[in-house]
């Protein structure tokens, strides 16, 4: 069964550009999560998507959105860049529940890095 | 928000050790989850832990959930180098997703 899968591996830009990362959930499962990871921290919360609906969002600015499509995939957008947003930005989906408590499958990660 | 407390947020230890870490809330929880993430990897689910006061053992490693439902602690007995990663708890309390803590980085000295 393939797992969590997300592109692309590595993004560079540079500041004020937009941003757009890519992630396939695993097949059955409806939820979506988006996570930050700055250098050497710990997983900031950023979106939550389940049947196509956006669930949930993390304490993050409006520059910071998404959507999810019909085949449960998921697009995060990243709008006017700025130095601070560089990091790994992790997708995570699980089976949705409905209330977003369920295991969660996490995918290889995108890195970005804003210049 | 939730909120959780995970402590400490390095350990370093010789190989052969023992290693716990700890997760603390100021609210009730109504399960528990933890991580593990190897270095330039992804955080891989180890365990999910939903009664008051249970012990769940995975080999090496041992899971408990306070009997408050407001803490947990993951042990690992005599510490190898595979064990060397981030260790994340993942708490909720009611019709939230998942909030995880900052992690404890273990490093493992051979």
């Known amino acids: 069964e393939a797992g969590v899968t997300q592109s692309p591996t590595h993004l560079i830009k540079t500041r004020g550009q937009q941003a757009t990362l890519r992630c396939s959930p695993i097949s059955g499962h409806t939820s979506v999560y988006w996570y930050q990871q700055a250098l050497g921290l710990g997983l900031q919360f950023l979106l939550w998507y389940d049947e196509g609906e956006e669930r949930n969002r993390g304490n993050f600015p409006p520059r910071f959105s998404g959507r999810q499509f019909p085949n449960y995939s998921s697009e995060l957008n990243v709008n006017a860049l700025e130095l601070e947003d560089s990091a790994l930005y992790l997708c995570?989906?699980?089976?949705?529940?409905?209330?977003?408590?369920?295991?969660?499958?996490f995918g290889p990660g995108t890195r970005l890095l804003v210049l | 928000g939730q909120q959780v407390m995970q402590i400490p947020q390095y350990q370093h230890v010789q190989e052969g050790e023992d290693f716990t870490t700890y997760c603390n809330s100021s609210?009730?929880?109504?399960?528990i989850q933890w991580y593990k993430q190897r270095p330039g990897g992804h955080p891989v689910f180890l365990i999910q832990l939903v009664k008051s006061g249970e012990v769940k053992k995975q080999k090496r490693l041992t899971f408990q959930f306070g009997e408050a439902k407001k803490n947990s602690s993951l042990h690992i007995t005599a510490t190898q180098t595979t064990d060397v990663g981030t260790y994340f708890c993942?708490?909720?309390?009611?019709?939230?997703?998942?909030?995880f803590g900052k992690g404890t980085r273990l490093s493992v000295i051979a």
């Open positions: 609210t009730t929880l109504s399960n």
């Open positions: 993942a708490v909720n309390s009611g019709n939230t997703p998942l909030v």
């Open positions: 995570a989906s699980s089976l949705g529940t409905g209330v977003g408590q369920e295991t969660q499958y």
